[in-house]
């Protein structure tokens, strides 16, 4: 039985058996019947779920008259990213901006979850920064196809028809490295940070770790901040006009 943080351990209660269930019937067996949902799973289910409790007090006390702090920060953040997408991408990048906010969101609380006691950061697992590299990777790609439709392949070609032999594997190789670049960059500073900060805890209980508390903040508001700036690249890669 893996070691399971409090709230994993209730998920696991409470919807384990019904996990085992439907993984067996879809040919997965789980390595641990009995708790099937590992703790990245039930932090990223936990930051979900504050996330939409979140949202739902941001949406309830939207004001025109007397913004609240949080409305704010939601405008800064929000109106953030949609200007350095309009730089990057070019005009219409608006429609893509909700996409980037929950990216940003999404990874910025899983980041920032492990400091709290109790809890860990799931990007600090390989998988789940995976995960949103392959949802980044596959929505830039659509956006692609949508805006040029057909054409869109033409870019896997390079600009001279004669060396579409060469560069489509190339371009081909290019993009997946992507997924590979975006994981290993999130996975590795997450968890870096997660054992240093450990480390100095377990070794000087007071005073010397908050320092390292506070660079593991600065580590998480940083990744989260390259992640979406490098899919924002991406994505005005495949939306150019010029493709």
């Not at 039985?1 to 269930?21: C, D, H, R, S, Y």
């Not at 008259?65 to 991408?89: C, K, M, N, T, Y």
């Not at 929505?139 to 869109?152: I, M, N, R």
Request: glycine residues 8%.
């Amino acid at each position: 039985m893996p070691e399971q943080l409090w709230f994993t351990e209730i998920l696991n209660k409470a919807l384990g058996p019904a996990v085992t269930g439907l993984m067996t019937t879809l040919g997965l067996h789980p390595k641990h019947p009995q708790a099937p949902i590992p703790n990245s799973v039930a932090m990223e289910v936990l930051v979900v779920l504050f996330l939409i409790a979140l949202f739902l007090i941001v949406r309830t006390r939207l004001s025109v008259d007397r913004p609240g702090a949080l409305q704010h920060a939601f405008e800064w953040l929000v109106g953030g990213i949609e200007q350095q997408s309009h730089e990057i991408v070019g005009p219409h990048s608006e429609a893509h901006t909700p996409f980037l906010v929950a990216l940003a969101l999404f990874i910025l609380f899983c980041n920032l979850i492990g400091v709290i006691p109790g809890f860990e950061s799931p990007t600090a697992v390989p998988i789940v920064p995976l995960g949103c590299a392959i949802v980044a990777f596959f929505y830039y790609q659509v956006q692609g196809f949508k805006h040029a439709g057909v054409k869109y392949l033409a870019h896997f070609a390079g600009p001279m028809p004669a060396l579409a032999p060469l560069m489509i594997p190339i371009e081909l190789i290019s993009h997946l490295a992507r997924v590979l670049s975006l994981t290993i960059r999130l996975f590795a500073n997450m968890f870096a940070g997660d054992m240093v900060t450990l480390v100095f805890f377990s070794l000087v209980p007071l005073g010397i770790p908050i320092i390292f508390l506070g660079l593991h903040i600065g580590v998480s508001l940083l990744q989260t901040y390259i992640f979406v700036l490098l899919t924002t690249v991406y994505l005005a890669g495949a939306v150019a006009e010029e493709h």
